[in-house]
C-alpha cells in the first residue's frame, strides 16, 4: 500500500506563518493587504495563483512571491506545529504502508519542518511546488510521487488531503482520494469527490489498516 500526504491542513498547521508571510509582503509592496479569511480560503493553492486572486498586480506576482518565501523561510519552524494526531497517523501509517508528500508549498522548506518535527525519514518521497510543471489539482504532482515507489502496480494507492485540490488531483492520477476535515476545505465540498472523508488524519490511517488487513 502507498498513502500519499498532502501537508498544510492535512498533517501540519502553518496557518499562523502563511497569514504572516502574505501580510508581511503586501506590507513590503505597499499594497492593501487582504484579510485573514480571504488568505485561509486559498491555502492548497501555489502561491502564485493565492497573490494573483488576492489582488496583487500581474506584473509583479513574483516578487510578492520571492518576498513572502524570504519572510517564510525565517518564521515556518517556529510558527508551524503538527495538527493534532499527525504524528500518530505517520507513525502508524508508516507500519503497514510505504509514505509520500505531495504538496504545492515548496519542497526544500517543506522537508526542513518535517526534519524539525522528526518525521521526514517516515517518507520515501516529498514533491512540492518546484518539482513540478503544473501543481495540483492536476496528477502531475502525484505521477511523480510515484515514480519514487518501486512497486505502482497495486491499485492500493491512497492520497489524504484537506481541499478539492487533493481529492481531484488523485481523480486524475487514477487513485484513491480520502478527504479530511482539520483542514481549510469544506465538507459539502469534499464529499463532491469523494464518499470517504474523515475527521483527521488518524482516522484516516485506521481506516486504511482495516482495509489493508481484509485484502
Known amino acids: 500500500m502507498i498513502i500519499l500526504f498532502d501537508l498544510d491542513g492535512t498533517l501540519i498547521d502553518s496557518t499562523e506563518a502563511i497569514l504572516e508571510g502574505f ?9 492593501t493587504h487582504p484579510s485573514d479569511e480571504e488568505i485561509k480560503a486559498l491555502i ?17 506576482v513574483w516578487d510578492f512571491v520571492d518576498t513572502y518565501k524570504e519572510h517564510y523561510r525565517k518564521i515556518s519552524t517556529q510558527k508551524t506545529e503538527l495538527l493534532p494526531l499527525a504524528r500518530e497517523a505517520i507513525l502508524l501509517a508508516s507500519e503497514f504502508a510505504e509514505l509520500g508528500i505531495v504538496t504545492t508549498k515548496t519542497g ?3 522537508r526542513v519542518l518535517m526534519e524539525h518535527f522528526g518525521v521526514m525519514d517516515k517518507f520515501r518521497v516529498l ?3 518546484e518539482d513540478v510543471e503544473n501543481p495540483k489539482p492536476h496528477a502531475e504532482p502525484i505521477q511523480k510521487a510515484l515514480s519514487a515507489f518501486e ?23 487514477l487513485v484513491n482520494g480520502i478527504g479530511v476535515l482539520c483542514g481549510y476545505g469544506m465538507e459539502n465540498t469534499l464529499k463532491q469527490y469523494t464518499s470517504t472523508i474523515f475527521n483527521n488524519s488518524l482516522e484516516a490511517i485506521e481506516y486504511l489498516k482495516r482495509v489493508k488487513e481484509t485484502h
Open 23 to 31: 501580510h508581511h509582503s503586501f506590507e513590503t509592496h505597499n499594497h
Open 44 to 60: 492548497g493553492h501555489p502561491l502564485d495563483v493565492m497573490f494573483a486572486e488576492l489582488g496583487a498586480p500581474e506584473e509583479k
Open 108 to 110: 526544500k522548506y517543506s
Open 127 to 129: 514533491i512540492g511546488r
Open 151 to 173: 512497486d505502482i502496480t497495486t491499485k492500493d494507492i491512497w492520497m489524504i488531503g484537506d481541499t478539492e485540490l487533493d481529492l481531484i488531483s488523485a481523480q486524475n492520477a
